[in-house]
Structures are given as structure tokens and as C-alpha cells.
């Protein structure tokens, strides 16, 4: 088998397993799948520490002045918590079909710790996004991995193991020392990254830089240019971004009422908050309640 065949192989056991458009959480813990049948510009998302990876079609992901592009030829990966752009490219009858696999720092640890491998000294914090080249061994993994979920005990017995193979492969590819910080973080990712969980679960409460640049054990001027290295936006911006994400989710989802969904991420002012949102978005959070469907 050459590369072209590894993918078509698994474009098509994606197609087989998603028919239509959507997302199917699998039942190998941390693994989904996603199928998109058409095209969409740059929206806001909030994408959790993954593996993503693509048979078909391609996807920007627009983090500050960074734009990452990965199709079926690399894999797109991110070891922190982070606010992005992403835009789906799609050709007419040709879905996006990919999957993603969380990050789980304890099943990596425990592969390190048998591995008696650490990070070298070299390790990068720029670093917790990158993109890889995809290997012919990691596609074989891959589609030893979607095989499996035609059986429900294959899922069960052999899925975990085919999950372990692929990060195993990983973390002996190029960035392999990205991953092995979600364990054996540097001190100063680790800082960063205990202050990015921090804002998540308080993003409501009064948020002060001082006070943050204070826990992470930083001077204001180095945590502001330590932490805009990890997510390549400022700790006032990110915090802005996680608010106005959260909002769009009480809107969508809950119904709330743009003043309501303010007061609940941490707004004062509605004005504010109302331009604020329109400027991410590029709609207003009154336009974007008024489209979620009735119930």
C-alpha cells in the first residue's frame, strides 16, 4: 500500500461509518469522528488539547497572525486549551471526513513512564499547536483503529490498544516532545498552562492580569509575553475570548437573553459586551438568539 491508497482507504471507512453529515463519538474514550458536507467560512471555536486528522477535504485554523492549514497529507495538533478562527474547505460532493483524538495526559504518561522517556531540554513552548506531516505508519494505525469500530468488541478490546499505537507513534515522530509536556511539563508551560485552567473555571469572576501574573509566579511583562507565546494572544484578550465563547453557548443553547448571558460570563455593561461579540462573531448575540430554533 502507498500513501494515496492508505488515505482512500481511509476516506472510505470514515464515509462507511458517517453516511451523513455529523459528529459520532465512538466508544474508545477520547475518539470522534466528524463528517461536514459543506464548506464554512471562519468561525469562532473553542478547541480542546487533540489530534485532528483529515481523509478529505481541508481546514484552516487562524490563531493571532498564525494560520495553520492541514488536509489528509498532515495531522493538525494542539496541547492547550485554545480561542481560534477554523474554516472548513469543500469541494462540491466531497465531504470533510476526519477524526480527532483527545489528548489524555494519563494514558501518555503511563506509555512514558514504561518508555523511561522524558522531553528534551530543546522543547519549544510554541510548540502547543503544530502541524505534522502524516507517516504511512500513523494512517496504518489509523485505519487499524476505524476497522475496529465495525465490531463493538473489537471497539472494546482492540480500539484502546490501536488509540495507544497511534500517540505511541507520535511521540517518537518530530514533535513528540509537545506531547510528552502534557506530562512532564517545563515549568513555565506548566505555569501557563495552570493559569489558562484557571480562567476556563473562573472565566465569570473578576479576572486581574496582576493577580495572574502573581500565581503563575511571573512578572506582569513576563507572563504577558510567556503566555501570548503559548496562545499567541494577550491574557486580556484570551480571557475576552473565552466570555464572549461562553455567551455564544448560553445564547445557542439555553436560550438566554443577550443582558442575561452577559451577567453570567462576567460582563458589566451590555453595550460593551453587545459590540464585543459582534466584532468575533459578526453577528449581533440578539441575531444569534433569534435563529436558534424553537422548541
Do not use: W
Not at 491574557?235 to 453570567?264: D, F, M, S, T, V
Amino acid at each position: 500500500m502507498i500513501l494515496e491508497d492508505r488515505i482512500e482507504k481511509m476516506k472510505s471507512l470514515l464515509g462507511e461509518l458517517l453516511p451523513r453529515d455529523g459528529l459520532m463519538e465512538t466508544d474508545i474514550k477520547g475518539v470522534s469522528l466528524f463528517r461536514r458536507d459543506k464548506p464554512y467560512e471562519p468561525k469562532a471555536a473553542i478547541y480542546q488539547p487533540k489530534i485532528i486528522m483529515l481523509a478529505q477535504g481541508k481546514k484552516n485554523v487562524f490563531l493571532g497572525d498564525r494560520v495553520y492549514t492541514y488536509d489528509s497529507r498532515n495531522f493538525f495538533a494542539l496541547t492547550v486549551p485554545l480561542p481560534v478562527l477554523c474554516e472548513a474547505l469543500i469541494e462540491e460532493d466531497k465531504p470533510l471526513l476526519g477524526m480527532s483524538l483527545r489528548m489524555d495526559p494519563q494514558m501518555i504518561g503511563e506509555m512514558l513512564y514504561e518508555m523511561d522517556s522524558k522531553p528534551s531540554s530543546a522543547a519549544v513552548m510554541n510548540d502547543s499547536i503544530f502541524q505534522e506531516t502524516m507517516s504511512e505508519t500513523i494512517l496504518e494505525s489509523v485505519i487499524r483503529l476505524l476497522e475496529t469500530l465495525r465490531s463493538r468488541n473489537e471497539t472494546k478490546i482492540l480500539g484502546p490498544l490501536y488509540l495507544k499505537e497511534i500517540l505511541f507513534k507520535i511521540l517518537n515522530g518530530e514533535h513528540g516532545d509537545s506531547l510528552k509536556e502534557l506530562v512532564y511539563k517545563n515549568r513555565t508551560l506548566y505555569q501557563i498552562s495552570r493559569v489558562i485552567s484557571r480562567i476556563h473555571e473562573d472565566f465569570s469572576q473578576t479576572l486581574e492580569v496582576q493577580a495572574l501574573a502573581e500565581e503563575a509566579g511571573m512578572s506582569p511583562s513576563s507572563f504577558h509575553s510567556n503566555f501570548k507565546s503559548v496562545t499567541s494572544t494577550s491574557p486580556l484578550q484570551y480571557i475576552k475570548n473565552i466570555r464572549l465563547h461562553k455567551a455564544k453557548e448560553l445564547i445557542q443553547q439555553e436560550g438566554e437573553k443577550a443582558y442575561e448571558a452577559a451577567l453570567r460570563v462576567g460582563y458589566e455593561s451590555s453595550s460593551q459586551f453587545n459590540r464585543e461579540y459582534k466584532r468575533l462573531f459578526g453577528v449581533t448575540p440578539a441575531k444569534d438568539r433569534a435563529e436558534v430554533p424553537a422548541v
